[in-house]
């Protein structure tokens, strides 16, 4: 495992972190007159044919061989249909703010399942920093649960469809992680991936929401082409890679981080109120972060148990 103070990680997740950030203010203008599912359809279908064509034109192979075809048609349902679906759903029920809090609750799930499936063990400084971290984003959730305009019963339903979304993006993540995921070229696997997932969400979208409709729209397409190309191609791309460097755990930290740049930008653009409470909250996210993110000192030999 590679650590983040490698720049090939660090700086991959910060541009994945400022992308996503933004995202969620982006989505708010993308719920509508489009069903949210032929939004999801359109947003992969806009990532898939720009991965092949970029992983074409860098002559790289696509060829993934039969069980990697698979393994993408799993992470294309996991994490391009049933997370970004929930997504979306979520949001008509809650503001984007909730919903990127909910979404930093990613690091559990992650860390989990890398413990169970791939054997993965975290030092020290990573359970006490993502305890701080946590508890941070736990009062980050209080407050926009205080200050959703929704009635009690919409606000439920919607932390439920985050909620579902969140474990189907854990999935995803675990699986990119896995060593039969991580031999095969990264560029491939996501092309195939997205592709599944728009295979999976046009029938689904027809059968739910009828026939395909589009908005004629600056914001609605802008914010389309945003999301497939830069939040969708380039964004996986750099978080995939990520997850193969350090784990499904320690990546889903961006999840943590993302919340207070969603935030940070819904004062800019939506007026949103710093409260006391989100304040203590994001600073104990940060601070439970470069916690986490500081490398263990390796332990002297003459200092280690049996040694």
Not at 189 to 204: D, E, H, K, Q, R
Request: glycine share 8%; aromatic share 12%; net charge positive.
């Amino acid at each position: 495992m590679s650590s983040f103070r490698d720049p090939r990680v660090l700086i991959p997740f910060i541009v994945i972190t400022l992308i996503w950030g933004s995202t969620w203010l982006v989505i708010t203008g993308q719920l509508g007159t489009v069903p949210p599912l032929w939004s999801v359809t359109y947003r992969f279908a806009i990532g898939a044919a720009t991965m092949f064509v970029v992983t074409a034109a860098s002559g790289i192979s696509l060829r993934i061989g039969r069980e990697g075809h698979w393994l993408a048609a799993l992470v294309g349902f996991t994490q391009f249909c049933l997370n970004y679906n929930f997504v979306y759903l979520s949001e008509q029920y809650i503001t984007s703010g909730l919903t990127a809090v909910i979404f930093a609750l990613l690091l559990v799930p992650n860390s989990l399942f890398a413990r169970l499936f791939l054997g993965h063990r975290f030092g020290l400084r990573f359970l006490v920093g993502s305890i701080v971290a946590m508890a941070g984003a736990a009062l980050l959730f209080v407050q926009e649960v205080r200050a959703s305009p929704r009635d009690a019963h919409d606000v439920l339903a919607g932390i439920g469809l985050a909620l579902i979304a969140v474990l189907s993006a854990s999935v995803a993540n675990v699986v990119q992680a896995a060593e039969q995921v991580r031999t095969r070229s990264l560029p491939a696997m996501i092309s195939w991936a997205m592709l599944y997932g728009v295979v999976i969400n046009a029938p689904a979208a027809w059968l739910f929401s009828g026939p395909p409709v589009i908005e004629l729209d600056f914001v609605y397409l802008a914010g389309l082409l945003y999301l497939g190309l830069v939040a969708s191609a380039l964004a996986f791309t750099f978080y995939f890679h990520v997850i193969r460097a350090v784990g499904p755990g320690p990546a889903a930290y961006s999840s943590l981080l993302i919340p207070i740049i969603a935030m940070t930008l819904s004062t800019l653009f939506e007026g949103y109120v710093w409260s006391m409470l989100a304040v203590v909250g994001a600073l104990l996210t940060l601070a439970g972060l470069f916690i986490a993110l500081r490398p263990d000192r390796p332990v002297p030999k003459d200092d280690r148990v049996g040694g």
